[in-house]
T-cell receptor, first 116, second 115 residues
């Protein structure tokens, strides 16, 4: 069965510091997708990134970057020069190709607080 | 602003009430979802509709009844709820008919309190 572990329950950093959110996953499938979602206090989950299992290239989008390493089953998320608006709960998620029963498995989330 | 609209934003209901949550999207997405989220927990899948047909029911109690009148609308009918059903109810949609490779687009949620 698929599983996503976000060991960091809460993280607090001072504004402008860099911060990395860890995500470790388990799957028996060779074809799968990994996602990161952000949930600000307003409630909606905002899609940040999708990565398929065959693409191990790291990705950078502005202050956000993602490091996907299949060898360690990790998909970590780094925010550079953090800002107060980055304060939110961040969820890592995994979906496998399981025809007719595809589901998205979320990790337990990391609550990130940026201190001004 | 989110492209998935949920109403109402807040709902307080008694255990004998009947109420409905509504969700609307106009992105042409073919799959729609209901999730339940308790405080400090990840979202839990309840139902999935693909092409307006119920494709996944995660063994949700019958006091929750989903309905998909058309490809843009998703309702969740509530009846005889329990206080432990108090949670944030999130609607989502996706372009693909499975969350396998399509990102989910979420609404702001309805915060439900059962008294």
């Amino acid at each position: 069965a698929q599983k996503v572990t976000q060991a960091q329950t809460e993280i607090s950093v001072v504004e402008k510091e860099d911060v990395t959110l860890d995500c470790v996953y388990e799957t028996r499938d060779t074809t799968y997708y990994l996602f990161w979602y952000k949930q600000p206090p307003s409630g909606e989950l905002v899609f940040l990134i999708r990565r398929n299992s065959f693409d191990e290239q790291n990705e950078i989008s502005g202050r956000y970057s993602w490091n996907f390493q299949k060898s360690t089953s990790s998909f970590n998320f780094t925010i550079t020069a953090s800002q107060v608006v980055d304060s939110a709960v961040y969820f890592c998620a995994l979906s496998e190709r399981n025809f007719g029963n595809e589901k998205l498995t979320f990790g337990t989330g990391t609550r990130l607080t940026i201190i001004p | 602003d989110t492209e998935v609209t949920q109403t109402p934003k807040h709902l307080v209901m008694g255990m004998t009430n009947k109420k409905s949550l509504k969700c609307e999207q106009h992105m042409g997405h073919r799959a729609m979802y209901w999730y339940k989220q308790k405080a400090k927990k990840p979202p839990e899948l309840m139902f999935v509709y693909s092409y307006e047909k119920l494709s996944i029911n995660e063994s949700v109690p019958s006091r929750f009844s989903p309905e998909c009148p058309n490809s843009s609308l998703l309702n969740l009918h509530l009846h005889a709820l329990q206080p432990e059903d108090s949670a944030l109810y999130l609607c989502a949609s996706s372009q693909g008919t499975a969350p396998y490779n399509s990102p989910l687009h979420f609404g702001n949620g309805t915060r439900l309190t059962v008294t």
